[in-house]
T-cell receptor, first 117, second 113 residues
Framework: NAGVMQNPRHLVRRRGQEARLRCSPM?????VYWYRQLPEEGLKFMVY????????ESGMPKERFSAEFPKEGPSILRIQQVVRGDSAAYFC???????????????FGSGTQLSVL | DQQVKQNSPSLSVQEGRISILNCDYT??????FLWYKKYPAEGPTFLIS?????DKNEDGRFTVFLNKSAKHLSLHIVPSQPGDSAVYFC????????????FGSGTQLTVLP
């Protein structure tokens, strides 16, 4: 009963490098969400994707951040030219398609802790 | 601008007693509310939810109460067990928000044996 799988669990990058975070949704789930948790704060929505489509990226910074969910393979959250302020826990979640289109619950992965030196 | 607020960063309760975790919100467009539980080094786990058309939802030891006029919800856990010790996040969403959840900052619950 595989849940939402995220890797790596921990990622260390130096300032200016690129970070790639991967997320495989639960089996049968076609919706993926990325959230970021800064220290001492709650999770903040970044982006919502379906296969090959970005549905809502209103929470994602306009520069340096991008996300994709290709037809085959995991969803990728990519952060270019990382800065110290990008250090956070990044959580991926997935959900099934709900006939009403909203209000279904999200299943979260264990997160990737990104540390920027 | 925090739209979902959990004003108590921590709460300690004796095993067997009731735990009450509180959450306030400011956005009147929110119509669906959820509680998630999070253990260290794990992702949040869904606990219980409530729609704005209800004022109470119960699931075993967990009950969520919603007071729309006060824009306040609470999670009651009774009886509390040591395994309930975790961070509890309140979250809210608005219709048509593409499932975007707004989370509070969390409350660390410690249940003492």
């Amino acid at each position: 009963n595989a849940g939402v799988m995220q890797n790596p669990r921990h990622l260390v990058r130096r300032r200016g490098q690129e970070a790639r975070l991967r997320c495989s949704p639960m089996k049968g789930h076609s919706h993926v969400y990325w959230y970021r948790q800064l220290p001492e704060e709650g999770l903040k929505f970044m982006v919502y994707l379906q296969k090959e489509n970005i549905i809502d990226e209103s929470g994602m910074p306009k520069e340096r951040f991008s996300a994709e969910f290709p037809k085959e393979g995991p969803s990728i959250l990519r952060i270019q030219q990382v800065v110290r302020g990008d250090s956070a826990a990044y959580f991926c979640a997935s959900s099934v398609t709900h006939p009403r289109g909203f209000n279904e619950k999200l299943f979260f992965g264990s997160g990737t802790q990104l540390s920027v030196l | 601008d925090q739209q979902v607020k959990q004003n108590s960063p921590s709460l300690s309760v004796q095993e067997g007693r009731i735990s009450i975790l509180n959450c306030d919100y400011t956005n009147s467009m929110f119509d669906y509310f959820l509680w998630y539980k999070k253990y260290p080094a794990e992702g949040p786990t869904f606990l219980i939810s409530i729609s704005s058309i209800k004022d109470k939802n119960e699931d075993g030891r967990f009950t969520v109460f919603l007071n729309k006029s006060a824009k306040h919800l609470s999670l009651h856990i009774v009886p509390s067990q040591p395994g309930d010790s975790a961070v509890y996040f309140c979250a809210a969403s608005a219709s048509g928000s593409a499932r975007q959840l707004t989370f509070g900052s969390g409350t660390q619950l410690t249940v003492l044996p």
